[in-house]
């Protein structure tokens, strides 16, 4: 009985996998949040006896090693790997008996990283499926920038080759299983795809579908920023992280809400965006549960920086702490609960104007007023609104100066980074106006959106 169950990651676009024989099993990939894979082995009444890592991670923190000590599992990672902690060292075409009825394969599949992994499972005499972790994606590949442009153009090459290894050496009908491709920064391009084979993929993935130079340099032009805080990953995962503590930090009232709003420490409104507009404690930042908070608050925030998380509801706090332990923010300062009248002490609430790209259209027709889009370099080249100064939101802190004085439209592709961004330049004493709508309604709501990519 072979049952491979995902563990899927939606805000951080990645999948873990656990597989079992009805009796052990193993696991793929895990995520830092342990408790997830612990909860879904004990439901399927199986126990967890090795851990396999396709790479060095750049967009997580790994569970792999915590899950190892807990369980008692052997953890496999690459031999090749400059890591501080006890595994069990893998090499290509190693094979590991799990139970009387798998086995797992190891395939050097370099692109994503240079020690780069992948998994080939065969159960009971026959190769199902793959764990291709940023090597094979759906429709894609795992990007090969993630290095630094000293070893791009090395691994671009490598993940193509990596690529056609994965589908020459496989059957058409093992299941490719990766873990990046469903909205993480590791893919070098999204897919909407859940599930496919290797021979789905020989028809529309562009690494077996393409010749070589045409696939590197149609994947090298696509490319654009990853987050920042991917820089502290890695060393994080070669160090052997912990399991995390997620019992919840001190509750803050209203008063150490207002002295670490003075201090330049980050106290993060957790709401949606329109509950926050409508609002919110002055000189909090929105990052909405609903979008990828951890992906965006990372990528934004100064390392090191104390957090204090406001939520409606302790889940909501419960649930952020989770999505920030997942990429290294391990304690928040504080937290509270409850309304931002609560929150602000008595004190007037701020509140944001919220606005459409009709509204944009018909107050350009009557007075002239400043447009900043905080979309990525690669969706402003594509079309953009005639005149609007673009800043992508990850660059927007340091470049807060070129953002013009006076009332600023501020725009994304559908809202939640603008007003991430609208939030951020309240907090620094400028009047922005949030454009809460799709970027697809400017042309048609009469707003010049200019095509140039």
């Given at each position: 009985?072979?049952?491979?169950?995902?563990?899927?990651t939606?805000?951080l676009g990645?999948?873990?996998?656990?597989?079992?024989?009805g009796?052990v099993?193993?696991?793929?990939?895990?995520?830092?949040?342990?408790?997830r894979?612990?909860?879904?082995?004990?439901?399927?009444?199986?126990?967890?006896?090795?851990?396999?890592?396709?790479?060095?991670?750049?967009d997580?923190?790994?569970?792999?090693?915590?899950l190892?000590?807990?369980?008692?599992?052997?953890?496999?990672v690459?031999?090749?790997d400059?890591v501080?902690?006890?595994?069990?060292p893998v090499?290509?075409?190693?094979?590991?008996?799990?139970?009387?009825?798998?086995?797992?394969?190891?395939?050097?599949?370099?692109g994503?990283?240079?020690?780069?992994?992948?998994?080939?499972?065969?159960?009971?005499?026959?190769?199902v499926?793959?764990?291709s972790?940023?090597?094979?994606?759906?429709?894609?590949?795992?990007?090969?920038?993630?290095?630094?442009?000293?070893h791009?153009?090395?691994?671009?090459?490598?993940?193509?080759?990596?690529?056609?290894?994965?589908?020459?050496?496989?059957p058409?009908?093992?299941?490719?299983?990766?873990?990046?491709?469903?909205g993480?920064?590791?893919?070098?391009?999204q897919s909407?795809?859940?599930?496919?084979?290797?021979?789905?993929?020989?028809?529309?993935?562009?690494?077996?579908?393409r010749d070589?130079q045409?696939f590197?340099?149609?994947?090298?032009?696509?490319l654009?920023?990853?987050?920042?805080?991917?820089?502290?990953?890695?060393?994080?995962?070669?160090?052997?992280p912990?399991?995390?503590?997620?019992t919840?930090p001190?509750?803050?009232?209203a008063?150490?809400?207002?002295?670490r709003?003075?201090?330049?420490?980050w106290?993060?409104?957790?709401r949606?965006?329109?509950?926050f507009?409508?609002g919110h404690?002055?000189?909090t930042?929105?990052?909405?549960?609903?979008?990828?908070?951890?992906?965006?608050?990372?990528w934004?925030?100064?390392?090191?920086?104390?957090?204090?998380?406001?939520?409606?509801?302790?889940?909501?706090?419960d649930?952020?702490?989770?999505?920030?332990?997942r990429i290294?923010i391990?304690r928040?300062?504080?937290?509270?609960?409850?309304?931002p009248?609560?929150?602000?002490?008595?004190e007037?609430?701020?509140?944001?104007?919220?606005?459409t790209?009709?509204?944009?259209?018909?107050?350009?027709?009557?007075?002239?007023v400043?447009?900043l889009?905080?979309?990525?370099?690669?969706?402003?080249?594509q079309a953009?609104?005639d005149?609007?100064?673009?800043?992508?939101l990850h660059d927007?802190l340091?470049?807060l100066?070129?953002?013009p004085l006076?009332?600023?439209?501020?725009?994304?592709?559908?809202?939640?980074?603008a007003t991430?961004?609208?939030s951020?330049?309240?907090?620094h004493g400028r009047r922005p106006v949030?454009?809460?709508?799709?970027?697809?309604?400017?042309?048609?709501?009469?707003?010049?959106?200019?095509?140039?990519?």
């Amino acid at each position: 009985m072979l049952r491979i169950l995902p563990i899927d990651t939606p805000t951080l676009g990645d999948r873990s996998y656990l597989v079992h024989d009805g009796q052990v099993a193993f696991v793929v990939d895990p995520q830092r949040d342990i408790d997830r894979v612990l909860g879904l082995a004990a439901s399927e009444g199986v126990t967890v006896t090795h851990v396999f890592e396709t790479h060095i991670h750049n967009d997580y923190i790994t569970g792999g090693y915590a899950l190892a000590e807990v369980t008692g599992a052997a953890y496999h990672v690459n031999a090749d790997d400059p890591v501080s902690f006890d595994r069990i060292p893998v090499r290509d075409g190693d094979v590991i008996a799990v139970g009387d009825s798998l086995r797992v394969r190891v395939l050097a599949t370099p692109g994503h990283t240079f020690t780069h992994l992948s998994y080939a499972l065969d159960a009971g005499g026959e190769q199902v499926a793959v764990f291709s972790g940023g090597s094979l994606l759906y429709g894609s590949v795992g990007r090969p920038d993630l290095l630094g442009p000293d070893h791009t153009h090395a691994l671009v090459r490598h993940q193509y080759a990596s690529a056609q290894r994965l589908a020459t050496e496989l059957p058409d009908t093992a299941g490719v299983y990766p873990t990046h491709g469903f909205g993480s920064f590791c893919s070098a391009t999204q897919s909407a795809a859940d599930a496919a084979t290797i021979g789905s993929e020989k028809l529309i993935n562009p690494a077996l579908t393409r010749d070589e130079q045409a696939f590197v340099d149609e994947l090298l032009a696509g490319l654009d920023a990853w987050p920042a805080y991917y820089a502290h990953m890695a060393p994080a995962n070669s160090a052997g992280p912990a399991a995390p503590d997620l019992t919840r930090p001190q509750r803050a009232d209203a008063e150490q809400i207002r002295k670490r709003i003075a201090a330049g420490e980050w106290v993060v409104d957790l709401r949606n965006r329109v509950a926050f507009t409508a609002g919110h404690v002055a000189g909090t930042l929105n990052f909405g549960l609903d979008g990828s908070f951890a992906t965006y608050l990372g990528w934004l925030i100064g390392w090191g920086t104390p957090v204090t998380l406001l939520g409606e509801t302790p889940d909501q706090v419960d649930e952020a702490q989770r999505e920030l332990v997942r990429i290294g923010i391990d304690r928040p300062a504080a937290y509270a609960t409850g309304t931002p009248t609560e929150w602000a002490g008595g004190e007037d609430l701020a509140t944001l104007p919220r606005a459409t790209f009709a509204d944009l259209a018909q107050v350009l027709h009557h007075r002239t007023v400043a447009v900043l889009d905080v979309r990525r370099n690669i969706e402003a080249a594509q079309a953009r609104i005639d005149g609007a100064v673009h800043i992508p939101l990850h660059d927007l802190l340091r470049r807060l100066d070129e953002v013009p004085l006076g009332e600023v439209w501020v725009h994304c592709a559908a809202g939640y980074r603008a007003t991430i961004a609208a939030s951020i330049l309240a907090a620094h004493g400028r009047r922005p106006v949030v454009v809460d709508d799709d970027f697809d309604r400017a042309r048609a709501d009469g707003v010049l959106a200019l095509a140039v990519g």
